[in-house]
């Protein structure tokens, strides 16, 4: 009889308001099922890994490992103990940084990045440590230390994967879809939420979620409502999710927007069904960008909603009507979201906004399209049948021996703690 495979997994769970908490815990029931044995490690009990690792060794230690500082707790384990990272972001760098240097470490800092780009001036690591920060860090992505140590990396998009596999050609890559489960909203969940927040029940309602951020192009938004703010339509915006978008408050009043804008702040995860039911168009614009596969734009594929996207080359391969010609960016397949050159942003978002808010019969037909490519792309079942393939994989793929990293990612910190276990008498 095959013994039970006994996997670690690293990631923050709910309550955390993180996507990559939801993403976890709608994924390892699954696995929980099919047989693997996998204790939970978040940050409040991640040191009992160690002695337990110790004990009963591990087959194999996962890593849900992104760009934000629910992730830090993580890279203490992650070159001790190899295994498969899943990289939800293509860009590590603004975490890492933060983290870095809260704790003071600058000269650690500095070793990192000239280990992650060995082909930069030094200089540029003075970018962060003289206090710069934002869209700069995206130009380096500080990944290369992770990537050089995992047994396998896996990512959620094919044009990531062959990224990485150019960069780093002696890595293992590979693709998990990012998968999210069928909406249900709760009953007479849009009628409540428009009254709630006032808003008229024939009115045409836009909505994007998640973390309010310049990078969402939270003000080339606004700025398209505006453009569109008298049309028949009469068009507003929910904006879901809490705010990390300093000047919100004044450009909604500068543009004289406060009556059809509407904040939320933060939404708990069960209740981003009944948000989307509200809605009827979901905005899910990014740059820069972390190379990310979006989880709310995932999720408006589920509710069935047509969406607006940056075309980006990570996206390139969504079906989508392009913006400047409303042709099929690929013919074979059917359209699920209208997607904006960021170029010529300006004019085509409110161009795109104001199309899809008139027209009825092309936002129902890319909803039912978005719908069907959630079911064969994004669905939580595919996701676990994709992680199931790629722990197998990992499992079997040692650890590579990387050489030359920064000593602080090495280094074993319990030499002080040995000395004082010696200095009574007990051997470790």
Do not use: C
Request: proline share 7%.
């Amino acid at each position: 009889m095959s013994r039970t495979m006994r996997v670690a997994w690293f990631s923050p769970l709910p309550p955390a308001s993180t996507g990559i908490a939801g993403y976890s815990a709608e994924v390892l029931p699954r696995l929980d099922a099919s047989g693997l044995d996998i204790d939970r490690y978040e940050q409040r009990n991640a040191h009992d890994f160690v002695w337990r690792h110790r004990l009963s060794p591990y087959d194999l230690v996962v890593y849900q490992l992104g760009n934000s500082g629910w992730h830090d707790y993580m890279w203490a384990y992650l070159f001790h103990y190899p295994g498969l990272v899943v990289l939800h972001d293509a860009r590590l760098h603004h975490a890492r940084a933060a983290q870095l240097f809260a704790a003071r470490r600058l000269d650690d800092y500095r070793r990192e990045f000239a280990y992650d780009h060995p082909l930069a001036e030094a200089a540029a690591a003075e970018y962060a440590t003289e206090g710069l920060r934002g869209a700069g860090f995206y130009l380096w992505p500080m990944v290369r230390a992770v990537v050089d140590t995992a047994r396998v990396v896996a990512v959620h998009n094919e044009f990531v994967a062959h990224e990485l596999g150019e960069t780093h050609p002696a890595a293992r890559v590979e693709r998990i879809h990012l998968g999210v489960p069928a909406l249900a909203p709760s009953a007479g969940a849009r009628a409540r939420l428009r009254n709630q927040h006032h808003i008229p029940a024939e009115s045409i309602v836009f909505i994007a979620f998640g973390l309010v951020t310049a990078e969402k192009r939270v003000e080339p938004i606004l700025r398209a409502l505006r453009t569109i703010a008298s049309d028949p339509t009469d068009p507003h915006l929910l904006l879901v999710g809490a705010n990390e978008f300093a000047p919100l408050e004044n450009l909604i009043a500068e543009l004289r927007l406060v009556d059809r804008v509407h904040v939320t702040g933060y939404v708990a995860g069960d209740l981003v069904p009944d948000y989307l039911a509200a809605a009827d168009v979901g905005l899910s614009l990014r740059w820069p960008t972390a190379q990310e596969t979006s989880a709310s734009w995932v999720q408006s594929l589920a509710a069935a909603k047509p969406t607006i996207v940056t075309s980006l080359p990570h996206t390139a391969d969504v079906p989508s009507l392009d913006a400047r010609t409303w042709r099929p960016t690929r013919r074979t397949t059917e359209p699920v979201a209208v997607s904006v050159d960021l170029l010529e942003e300006e004019a085509a978002l409110p161009a795109a906004m104001a199309r899809l808010a008139r027209d009825t019969p092309l936002r129902e037909r890319l909803g039912r399209a978005a719908h069907e490519y959630w079911k064969a792309e994004h669905h939580v079942d595919r996701m676990a049948d994709d992680y199931r393939r790629v722990i197998a994989t990992a499992v079997g793929t040692p650890a590579p021996k990387a050489s030359g990293l920064p000593a602080h990612l090495t280094r074993d910190y319990g030499t002080l703690a040995a000395s004082i276990a010696s200095e009574i008498g007990v051997e470790l």
